[in-house]
């Protein structure tokens, strides 16, 4: 993944490491080579449907029309530049940390790790 040991060291030591300064495509290749699933390294036990790069831009989409609001606004309300990433729906689990994956869920009213399940 050609990660340095001092970048390991972090993950390894630092529990909020992953969810801070990884985004969910780095995760899952992270995951690949150790030989687990994104949702076995999170944890993640739910019975929720997993929802893809492209349903979370849908959802994305689609709340900004239900408030009313522009792209732009609904970023100041996230806490994250989305406009960048979202024309391609891979780049966004690419440019996003998991910690602005939790907020961005926040925002659209829905479980973050739904979006792992699907990593």
């Known amino acids: 993944m050609g990660l340095s040991s001092m970048s390991i060291w972090d993950i390894e030591i630092h529990e909020d490491e992953l969810m801070t300064g ?7 290749l992270f995951c690949r080579i150790l030989g687990v699933r994104p949702a076995e390294l999170f944890g993640v036990e ?5 929802i893809s790069a492209d349903e979370l831009v849908r ?7 239900l408030r009313g609001v522009t792209l732009v606004q609904f970023e100041g ?3 994250w530049r989305l406009s960048a990433c979202i024309e391609t ?4 689990l690419e440019d996003i940390t998991i910690d602005g994956l939790q907020w961005l869920c926040q925002e659209l009213g829905m479980d ?3 979006v792992i399940l699907a990593l």
């Open 22 to 28: 990884y985004s969910p495509s780095e995760v899952q």
């Open 46 to 50: 739910i019975e929720s449907s997993p």
């Open 59 to 65: 959802l994305i989409h689609e709340q900004c029309r």
């Open 77 to 79: 309300a996230v806490g």
């Open 89 to 92: 729906p891979e780049h966004l």
């Open 112 to 114: 973050w790790r739904r």
